[in-house]
Nanobody, 123 residues
Framework: QVQLVESGVGSVQAGGSLRLSCAAS?????MGWFRQAPGTEREGVAA???????YYADSVKGRFTISKDNAKNTLYLQMNSLKPEDTAMYYC????????????????????WGQGTQVTVSS
C-alpha cells in the first residue's frame, strides 16, 4: 500500500510558476501527475519511471518538468509559463508496477492517488 500526500496549492497569474510536491510512503514504481478541470476527464500531465525516464502531455512540453527525489521518495512538478487553461485540480499517482511507456499517461493504469491540490491561473 502506497500513500501519497501532495502540497503546493496555489494561485498565480498567467506566465508565473508553481511547484507541486508529492511525498510517497512505500515502494513506488511509475509515478505521475494528472489534472482534472470541472466538467472534464482526468488527464495525464507528466510521468516518470523508476529509471528516471520522463513523459509529458503535448500541452505541457517545454513548460512543465517532472522529477523525483528518490532519497526523500518525493515527486515534484515544476510548472512554468502557466496559462489559464492549466487551471485544474492536480493529482499525484503511483502505479503498483512499472508501466509501459505507451500507457504511462493514462489514469486507469495507476493504483494509488493523492488527495489532489488546486492550481488556479488567472489571466
Amino acid at each position: 500500500q502506497v500513500q501519497l500526500v501532495e502540497s503546493g496549492v496555489g494561485s498565480v497569474q498567467a506566465g508565473g510558476s508553481l511547484r507541486l510536491s508529492c511525498a510517497a510512503s512505500g515502494y513506488t514504481y511509475s509515478m505521475g501527475w494528472f489534472r482534472q478541470a470541472p466538467g472534464t476527464e482526468r488527464e495525464g500531465v507528466a510521468a516518470i519511471d523508476r529509471d528516471g525516464s520522463t513523459y509529458y502531455a503535448d500541452s505541457v512540453k517545454g513548460r512543465f518538468t517532472i522529477s523525483k527525489d528518490n532519497a526523500k521518495n518525493t515527486l515534484y512538478l515544476q510548472m512554468n509559463s502557466l496559462k489559464p487553461e492549466d487551471t485544474a485540480m492536480y493529482y499525484c499517482a503511483c502505479a503498483a508496477e512499472q508501466r509501459a511507456p505507451w500507457a504511462i499517461l493514462y489514469p486507469r493504469v495507476y493504483n494509488y492517488w493523492g488527495q489532489g491540490t488546486q492550481v488556479t491561473v488567472s489571466s
